[in-house]
């Protein structure tokens, strides 16, 4: 069965970094876009970031472009999103997400197996 599980949040001070993964099992993964998608405590969901199957591809929302880095290795079965210079905004629950296809990689393409999600807390 697809397994999608997220580590790597934390606490973190305004302007420091974070790492986050998503450790992927159970399905071919390089046949797949992959996501990002947060959810503050009591709003609503926002794609974050978005990679093509093979890793030439990305896409930001333009509140984190310039700032968070998207990559995937696919010998590792692994995604991975470096956060830099985190805002109090950026404080979320940070969910893997898995597209329906090799290039979907938006926040209006289709997504079919979520992680349970890492909580990311950025505060002074």
């Known amino acids: 069965q697809v397994q999608l599980v997220e580590s790597g949040g934390g606490l973190a001070q305004p302007g420091g970094s974070l790492t986050l993964s998503c450790a992927a099992s159970?399905?071919?993964?390089?046949?797949?876009?992959m996501n990002w998608v947060r959810q503050p405590k009591g709003k609503g969901l926002e794609w974050v970031s978005g990679?093509?199957?093979?890793?030439?591809?990305?896409n930001y929302a333009d509140s984190v472009k310039g700032r968070f880095s998207i990559s995937r290795d696919n010998a590792k079965n692994t995604l991975y999103l470096q956060m830099n210079r985190l805002r109090p905004e950026d404080t979320a629950l940070y969910y893997c997400?898995?597209?329906?296809?090799?290039w979907g990689m938006g926040p209006a393409d289709d997504y079919d197996f979520w992680g349970p999600g890492t909580q990311a807390t950025v505060s002074s």
């Open positions: 990679i093509s199957r093979d890793g030439t591809d990305t």
């Open positions: 997400v898995k597209a329906t296809t090799g």
């Open positions: 159970g399905f071919p993964f390089s046949n797949y876009a």
